[in-house]
């Protein structure tokens, strides 16, 4: 019978067999998918796994300690983290649309990617080692969806930061590829990844460069990360975790509004909550949300964010509103 457990085994042994002596490489973006797959690869060859994590300075607050701290004391896993934030903050300088952010942030991707992936090669040559694998965190619906699937309502360019090109370098190791994404939280939860990691909401690979409506800068990206930990921290407070797909807080940087906060007249920025159910994402719904949690949600942000002085509710389904509001 069918058992998470039955499962972690026969990939773990799967995986031991066929990886032999030789050695891996797993790229971790900080969601669940890439976690669970290199938790799995590296119970079945440990330390002769090597997990790279690219911070490109757009993750949300926590996010990137989640991955260093977190994801190693649960799993022992070897990891190598390039810090890359000044990269792409250079890169996304005075760029405003949003498939040209995409873009950019998935190209510098790649090659802070490959570079961490060929100094990992050849430290391993040094060794008399040979690094044969890329691990990738593939699920089912993603099998589908690539062989030939309709996938016509995907109107942006995902650039999706576990997903790298096809490498012929590499023999591809892809564990959750028969799995459904429950599926692959079960088996998370059974490698004893922590439950921010297991149970965390989709986050887009651009992170939140595509959250901030106009340029990206490390200012506007400060107060958007301050903004979003708020919102977060009182969803969960709420134990709306489970009922909300995701919540996106978009920065509307290039909008001013005018408030009034503490002494005078401000000129600050709008945010706008965006928190959506869904079943898929291809089709979404506004969650509605009590009155309490919105109203302790916007007090919050004004009073705790410099520069934002108004809270907006973004009551749009998809469609004719995608989630992102880039
Ligand atoms: P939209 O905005 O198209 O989003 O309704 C649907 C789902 O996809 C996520 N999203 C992305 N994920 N790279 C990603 O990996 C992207 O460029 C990207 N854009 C949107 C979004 O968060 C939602 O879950």
């Given at each position: 019978t069918w058992t998470t457990g039955s499962i972690v085994e026969e990939q773990v042994a799967a995986i031991r067999e066929r990886v032999g002596t030789k050695r891996a490489i797993c790229g971790l973006s900080g969601g669940v998918d890439s976690a669970v797959a290199a938790a799995l690869v590296n119970k079945a060859i440990g330390d002769r796994l090597t997990c790279v994590y690219v911070d490109h300075g757009l993750m949300r607050k926590g996010e990137t300690e989640q991955v260093e701290k977190d994801f190693v004391a649960a799993t022992g896993a070897r990891l190598k983290v390039v810090d890359a934030s000044e990269r792409f903050l250079d890169a996304l300088a005075g760029v405003t649309d949003p498939e040209e952010k995409r873009k950019i942030i998935g190209r510098e991707f790649i090659r802070v990617f490959e570079q961490a992936q060929a100094e990992i090669v050849a430290e391993a040559d040094h060794a008399?080692?040979?690094?044969a694998f890329l691990v990738q965190g593939t699920l089912y619906p993603d099998v589908v969806e690539s062989g030939g699937g309709t996938g016509t309502a995907n109107i942006k360019s995902h650039h999706n930061v576990g997903g790298l090109p096809e490498d012929l370098e590499f023999q591809l190791i892809e564990?959750?590829?028969?799995?459904f994404k429950d599926e692959v939280r079960m088996v998370g939860q059974e490698l004893g990844l922590p439950e921010e990691i297991v149970q965390r909401q989709p986050f887009p690979g651009p992170g939140l460069g595509i959250r901030i409506v106009g340029e990206v800068t490390r200012d506007r990206l400060e107060l958007l990360r301050e903004a979003d930990a708020i919102a977060r921290e009182e969803l969960t407070a709420a134990g709306l975790d489970r009922d909300i797909w995701q919540c996106p807080v978009v920065l509307l940087a290039d909008v001013r509004s005018v408030g009034v906060q503490g002494d005078g007249r401000t000129y600050g920025h709008p945010v706008v909550l965006r928190p959506v159910s869904s079943e898929d994402a291809m089709t979404a719904d506004w969650s509605r949300l009590p009155y309490e949690v919105l109203a302790r949600i916007s007090t919050r942000i004004t009073n705790e964010v410099r520069d934002v002085n108004r809270v907006v509710l973004d009551v749009t389904s998809k469609p004719p509103g995608t989630i992102e509001w880039e």
């Amino acid at each position: 019978t069918w058992t998470t457990g039955s499962i972690v085994e026969e990939q773990v042994a799967a995986i031991r067999e066929r990886v032999g002596t030789k050695r891996a490489i797993c790229g971790l973006s900080g969601g669940v998918d890439s976690a669970v797959a290199a938790a799995l690869v590296n119970k079945a060859i440990g330390d002769r796994l090597t997990c790279v994590y690219v911070d490109h300075g757009l993750m949300r607050k926590g996010e990137t300690e989640q991955v260093e701290k977190d994801f190693v004391a649960a799993t022992g896993a070897r990891l190598k983290v390039v810090d890359a934030s000044e990269r792409f903050l250079d890169a996304l300088a005075g760029v405003t649309d949003p498939e040209e952010k995409r873009k950019i942030i998935g190209r510098e991707f790649i090659r802070v990617f490959e570079q961490a992936q060929a100094e990992i090669v050849a430290e391993a040559d040094h060794a008399g080692e040979d690094v044969a694998f890329l691990v990738q965190g593939t699920l089912y619906p993603d099998v589908v969806e690539s062989g030939g699937g309709t996938g016509t309502a995907n109107i942006k360019s995902h650039h999706n930061v576990g997903g790298l090109p096809e490498d012929l370098e590499f023999q591809l190791i892809e564990p959750l590829r028969k799995l459904f994404k429950d599926e692959v939280r079960m088996v998370g939860q059974e490698l004893g990844l922590p439950e921010e990691i297991v149970q965390r909401q989709p986050f887009p690979g651009p992170g939140l460069g595509i959250r901030i409506v106009g340029e990206v800068t490390r200012d506007r990206l400060e107060l958007l990360r301050e903004a979003d930990a708020i919102a977060r921290e009182e969803l969960t407070a709420a134990g709306l975790d489970r009922d909300i797909w995701q919540c996106p807080v978009v920065l509307l940087a290039d909008v001013r509004s005018v408030g009034v906060q503490g002494d005078g007249r401000t000129y600050g920025h709008p945010v706008v909550l965006r928190p959506v159910s869904s079943e898929d994402a291809m089709t979404a719904d506004w969650s509605r949300l009590p009155y309490e949690v919105l109203a302790r949600i916007s007090t919050r942000i004004t009073n705790e964010v410099r520069d934002v002085n108004r809270v907006v509710l973004d009551v749009t389904s998809k469609p004719p509103g995608t989630i992102e509001w880039e």
